[in-house]
């Protein structure tokens, strides 16, 4: 099916060709009608001519008939367009035959690959790993859903110079003892205890210093040492994402530690190019055009002067091979704001050096903060990092006093997987829901509540409707049933709903699931003012009753694939 904004655009297109070829309409949604076009005031002001005597032209010239209801030239010279309800009746009945909704695949599908989650082997992963997790999945969800080739990156931390004074503790806890410490995820205070010896033990310190060489040389004992860390680690990380419901599997960790046979040759070209320039010691390349705040030009150091290599070499390593190996046309990074410099220079450095050629798109999905109540930094009362999977299973645990209160007929495995749903999901849509570039407060209460724009409130919503054909023991009508607006409220429900594939096409462009959540939210809402209105059950048998009773059916699957490429659940009962 055609969505609507292509038929628009198409039949305007051609009205604006005849005035100047190749002219933009700019449609826009609009509040005083279904859409309005805006680009008649750029295109008069162009030409010299009056706006809204243009806009009459247009509006005498474009074939809208079968489409719109009304076309009128409103304010400056913009086109109000009402589309017909007979119109928007037939676009849903399609849509309702259509398995996949109206989501037609990309035309131009790439390879895409998406770095994200990245938490470090031996330390917590920390909410900004969550997010950084929530809004990647999310995307590669959005992506996949448009036909594109996804390769999921888990850029783990698993390497580097800490690693020394990690093995050396592991070896004093004894194999069996670090084992089961970090076996029940007690990441932390494992890297702590290593940490506080290397400060206080000058022994210890050198021992680990040493280990860092026999790490770096590759011998097999310290490797094994190492791979114990990082065995543990991922299967710790593992659970969290099971908690979390994610895509995320072992098949996608490519840790840092990939790519250390490539550093090597990441210095030699660089070096070769002539890219590479000695300072305080280090290696490093100056791209042109980042500078400090006295206005010196910045360095990304490639090898520090103790002959290590920074983190810079390995995501240029990382670069290359994505480019070369996976023939990636577009390297997502879901990393948090703080680190917007360090990627915007590798990407300089990267097209500089020919490694990231120009039909390469290299973009910083950037995030904010997660804050505290108090607006600072997210901490627990004693003053420590806050565990990501505490936080989900205290909201777990809360959305099971919800649901056990609702249901309590239900049988204990039912509930605690509606529980799950609930509480992961309540963690889930707030993050998302928030305009990714911004910071935001974490409050549980706000996140779990029934009303307003949570991820519950989507969840009921969504069981509300399918509980419809529960309680009125009828099937969902057959797919291409007719459907009838005839009342306001049905009016807006159906148009929201066409406006389906644009909240998905618009979330996956600007790779901000929040446009996905707030079309969800909307929709919700227009379904319960439907609902407020019209009679469904109670509606005489008949046409009126068939249409809303499809209109509800296509509302719920609409909530439930949008949820679902938010990955966030929704059970038909709640
Ligand atoms: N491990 C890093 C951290 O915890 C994030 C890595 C992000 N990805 C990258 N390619 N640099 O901050």
Not at 165 to 190: K, P, Q, W
Not at 266 to 280: F, H, K, M
Not at 289 to 310: E, M, T, V
Request: aromatic share 6%; charged share 25%; proline share 5%.
């Amino acid at each position: 099916m055609t969505d609507i904004r292509t038929i628009l655009e198409e039949r305007l297109q051609a009205a604006f060709d005849t005035v100047e070829a190749g002219a933009d309409p700019v449609l826009r949604p609009s509040d005083h009608a279904d859409f309005q076009v805006n680009g008649t005031l750029p295109l008069a002001k162009r030409l010299g001519r009056n706006p809204r005597e243009l806009a009459e032209g247009l509006l005498a010239a474009v074939d809208l008939g079968g489409i719109c209801e009304t076309v009128e030239v409103s304010g400056p010279g913009f086109l109000n367009l009402t589309l017909s309800a007979g119109f928007l009746a037939d676009q849903l009945q399609a849509m309702a035959a259509d398995e996949a909704l109206g989501l037609a695949p990309t035309a131009d599908p790439v390879t895409v690959v998406v770095d994200y989650s990245a938490p470090n082997v031996a330390k917590e992963m920390h909410v900004g790993h969550l997010r950084s997790t929530i809004i990647g999945d999310a995307l590669v969800r959005l992506l996949q859903a448009a036909g594109h080739e996804v390769v999921r990156e888990n850029h783990v931390g698993d390497w580097g110079t800490p690693f020394g004074m990690l093995i050396e503790h592991l070896l004093d806890l004894g194999e069996e003892e670090a084992t089961s410490e970090l076996s029940v995820g007690d990441l932390d205070g494992f890297y702590r205890q290593a940490r506080a010896s290397f400060d206080a033990d000058e022994a210890f310190a050198a021992r680990a210093r040493a280990r860092v060489v026999l790490l770096q040389s590759g011998d097999p004992e310290t490797l094994r040492l190492w791979g114990i860390l990082v065995g543990q680690s991922i299967a710790y990380f593992d659970e969290v994402y099971a908690k979390l419901g994610v895509l995320l599997t072992d098949a996608d960790v490519v840790g840092e530690s990939f790519y250390n046979p490539m550093l090597e040759g990441v210095v030699a070209d660089l070096e070769a190019l002539g890219l590479l320039v000695e300072n305080d010691g280090a290696r490093c390349v100056f791209p042109p055009g980042f500078a400090n705040r006295q206005g010196d030009p910045l360095p990304l150091i490639i090898r520090k002067s103790d002959g290590g290599y920074g983190y810079a070499a390995t995501d240029l390593a990382a670069i290359r091979d994505r480019v070369d190996r996976l023939g990636a046309g577009r390297i997502l990074y879901v990393v948090g704001a703080p680190q917007a410099q360090h990627l915007q220079m590798c990407f300089a450095v990267a097209r500089l050096a020919g490694w990231l050629p120009e039909g390469v798109e290299a973009v910083h999905v950037a995030f904010g903060s997660v804050l505290g109540p108090d607006r600072k930094v997210f901490r627990t009362r004693a003053g420590s990092t806050v565990k990501l999977v505490d936080l989900l299973d205290e909201a777990v645990a809360r959305a099971a006093g919800e649901v056990a209160e609702r249901n309590p007929d239900l049988d204990e495995g039912t509930r605690r997987d509606m529980a799950r749903a609930l509480g992961v999901g309540a963690v889930k849509y707030a993050d998302l829901s928030n305009d990714r570039a911004k910071d935001y407060v974490f409050d549980m209460d706000r996140m779990l509540a029934a009303q307003g724009d949570t991820g519950p409130y989507l969840q009921y919503a969504h069981a509300r409707v399918r509980n419809i054909f529960a309680r009125g023991e009828v099937d969902p009508p057959p797919a291409g049933s007719p459907l009838v607006l005839a009342e306001p409220a049905e009016r807006a429900l159906g148009l929201r709903l066409l406006r389906f594939g644009d909240a998905v096409a618009g979330a996956r462009q600007a790779a901000d699931p929040h446009r996905l959540c707030l079309f969800l939210y909307e929709t919700a809402s227009a379904f319960s003012s439907f609902y407020d209105h019209c009679p469904v059950l109670k509606a005489p048998d008949g046409p009126t009753r068939l249409s809303r009773l499809a209109l509800a059916d296509l509302t719920a699957r609409v909530l439930a694939r949008g949820l679902g490429l938010l990955g966030i659940e929704a059970p038909d009962r709640m």
